[in-house]
């Protein structure tokens, strides 16, 4: 348990779907993160916020759109997605900004889109 | 965007140190080492960090070379439940954020 919760833990969605992936930390972090993992691959960045501003978007499609309401919650918002966008999505916190804390991620959601 | 090289895959007999390498000789003065670990399937968990100097942990020790090029994680007493993917990382920390190569998988072994 490391304080990242996300929910759903896993996801059947089809193409036409509007769904949200979500993510909350309670560990008093500023910095809140989203990565894709697709099948034996590597962990793909994809937003990064800090303190509710986004600082980073990694060439992402705007089929998926983030959300940051507030330094505890994450979101990600998923609409028309196609079947390659399956995957494992991790999101994860740091402390602070330009330190050297480690990150703290969550447990993931599985997506499988139809 | 990795700037470290890991072998694919590592075997351990259960019980005897696991020693993890990595290289990273594109390294500069301000860039940390990190080492992370993912079970299957599951958010990958921090395991240690460090500059220059040997760190060691409940969890793990960490080995970088004088010329900071390289750097060894071992796991003193490997159990089957260590298991797992190692992502060996640098980071600055002006950047804010973590690159992930393909890591290593360690099996462990009875």
């Known amino acids: 348990e490391t304080g990242v919760t996300q929910t759903p833990r896993h996801l059947v969605m089809g193409m036409t779907n509007k769904k949200s992936l979500k993510c909350e930390q309670h560990l008093g972090h500023n910095a809140m993160y989203w990565y894709k993992q697709s099948a034996k691959k590597p962990l793909e960045l994809m937003f990064v916020y800090n303190f509710k501003e986004q600082t980073e978007n990694n060439s992402v499609p705007s089929r998926f759109s983030p959300e940051c309401p507030n330094s505890s919650h994450l979101f990600l918002h998923l609409h028309t997605l196609q079947p390659e966008d399956s995957a494992l999505y991790l999101c994860?916190?740091?402390?602070?900004?330009?330190?050297?804390?480690?990150?703290?991620f969550g447990p993931g959601t599985r997506l499988t889109v139809l | 965007d990795a700037k470290t090289t890991q072998p694919p895959s590592m075997d351990c007999a259960e019980g005897r140190a696991a020693n993890l390498p990595c290289n990273h000789s594109?390294?500069?003065?301000?860039?940390?080492v990190y080492w992370y670990r993912q079970i299957h399937s599951q958010g990958p968990q921090y395991i240690i960090h460090?500059?220059?100097n040997n760190e060691t942990n409940e969890m793990a020790s960490l080995i970088i070379t004088e010329d900071r090029k390289s750097s060894t994680l071992i796991l003193p007493h490997a159990t089957l439940r260590d298991t797992a993917v190692y992502y060996c990382?640098?980071?600055?920390?002006?950047?804010?954020?973590?690159?992930f190569g393909s890591g290593t998988k360690l099996n462990v072994k009875p």
């Open positions: 460090g500059l220059k």
């Open positions: 594109t390294i500069s003065g301000n860039e940390y």
């Open positions: 994860a916190s740091i402390g602070q900004f330009n330190s050297y804390n480690e990150q703290f």
């Open positions: 990382i640098v980071r600055d920390k002006d950047f804010n954020k973590f690159y």
